[in-house]
């Protein structure tokens, strides 16, 4: 129907949809009487085989001419099985990029985050081999800052996220805030954790030592399988009684695929 309007025709009058192929899962497109594109869509559990994605054109190698477009290829009520998990994710690996065209196809995937093993931690990673953008759209802007707001206030209020983000922490921060937690928040909980107030010395506590702690992936297998070497820089507080429990600040971290030479 958007192909046949009247406005559509009015923008692109030289295209048309192909007669032979106007299902809703599988068109082509035309234009001056040459086929121009088309869109196949399928289940993930089906099988695109004799299709792919763009097309070989020497003469025109930086011009686009197709993508894959995976939309959320995991299901929510799925995910508790590591099994569901990791069918997924060989799937991804044995069918999506030999269905390319050219090593420059785009795959662009549109999902969100399910839980800490899903497919969007498995493609940042880069175990598919191929490195992805990613843009990452919270519900909750400046979160745990006093400048935090709804992403979409005509749609759900800030109060009514919070509202949420209490009721369930595990789900709310896997599909709202696009940063899943362990179930119930794993050893270290959220709640106690607080940004430190900046721009005034009388903040500034006493501080009694400084921790650097590592966790190496250095092993070749290790850095083999695209897993990270991970810092973290520790400030702990200066306590003046006994019964006075130091605060421990967070000053730096980092992380890196490095070997263990680098």
């Known amino acids: 129907d958007i192909f046949n309007h009247e406005d559509f025709r009015a923008m692109y009058p030289t295209v048309s949809m192909s007669k032979d192929t106007t299902a809703k899962q599988r068109w082509n497109l035309m234009e001056d009487g040459k086929r121009a594109g088309g869109l196949l869509a399928m289940g ?3 099988n695109p085989v004799g299709f792919r994605a763009g097309r070989l ?7 686009f001419e197709g993508a894959i477009v995976i939309d959320d290829p995991q299901k929510p009520d ?3 099985s590591q099994i569901y998990r990791e069918n997924t994710k060989t799937r991804m690996s044995r069918v999506v990029l030999s269905r390319r065209a050219t090593d420059t196809t785009p795959i662009i995937v549109i999902m969100q985050r399910l839980h800490l093993d899903d497919i969007s931690n498995w493609l940042l990673e880069g175990r598919l081999g191929v490195e992805f953008d990613h843009i990452q759209l919270p519900a909750i802007i400046d979160d745990g800052t006093k400048h935090a707001k709804s992403y979409w206030p005509a749609k759900q209020r800030l109060t009514d996220l919070k509202a949420q983000r209490k009721a369930d922490p595990f789900m709310f921060e896997a599909q709202y805030m696009q940063k899943p937690i362990p179930v119930g928040g794993g050893m270290l909980k959220r709640k106690w954790w607080s940004r430190f107030p900046a721009g005034s010395p009388k903040h500034v506590p006493e501080i009694d030592y400084i921790v650097m702690s590592w966790d190496l992936a250095a092993s ?3 850095v083999a399988g695209n897993s990270y070497t991970a810092c973290t820089v520790w400030a702990v507080e200066k306590t003046f009684t006994d019964d006075q429990a130091p605060r421990v600040f967070l000053m730096d971290a980092w992380r890196g695929q490095v070997d263990y030479v680098e």
């Open 44 to 46: 993930i559990g089906q």
């Open 57 to 63: 054109d020497p003469d025109a190698p930086e011009q």
């Open 78 to 80: 799925e995910m508790n």
């Open 220 to 222: 070749e297998k290790e």
